[in-house]
């Protein structure tokens, strides 16, 4: 699966049933199993920075239910540091973080909204 492919999945057209940020971390990684894809829960790129995962060893993906558009992005920029890191996903229930730019450092970034949970 491409890194295209992998970051669209995220994106469009998934159903995400969670109440919480663990449990839709729990739902994406049912999701990415099923996708067959290959990746890594709360992999360390070094020992400040931690990404929820990690997606075939280079795009980097970050869970937000909860913070600022400015603490989201800070996040990200030093994801985006790192020489392994290809691509960046943010998987969002908030508004707010819509927006963001379309890349950081150079690398894709890409918006996942999922709503709040019902």
């Known amino acids: 699966m491409t890194d295209k492919t992998i970051a669209a999945a995220l994106i469009h057209g998934l159903s995400w049933d969670y109440v ?3 449990s ?3 739902a994406i990684d049912d999701e990415l199993g099923k996708l067959g894809v290959s990746f890594e ?3 360390s790129l070094c020992r400040e920075d931690r990404p929820d995962f990690l997606v ?3 795009i980097a993906v ?3 239910v909860d913070g600022s558009k400015h603490a989201a992005l800070s996040q990200v920029l030093r994801y985006a540091e ?3 890191v290809r691509e ?3 998987v969002t229930t908030l508004n707010k973080h819509r927006g963001m730019p379309a890349t950081v450092n150079g690398k894709a970034l ?3 909204y999922v709503g709040r949970p019902f």
């Open 110 to 112: 890409h918006i996942a």
């Open 41 to 43: 829960r709360e992999t």
């Open 88 to 90: 960046l996903v943010i």
């Open 20 to 22: 919480d940020e663990r």
């Open 62 to 64: 970050e869970v937000k």
């Open 82 to 84: 790192h020489a392994k």
């Open 56 to 58: 075939d060893e280079s």
């Open 24 to 26: 839709l971390q729990g």
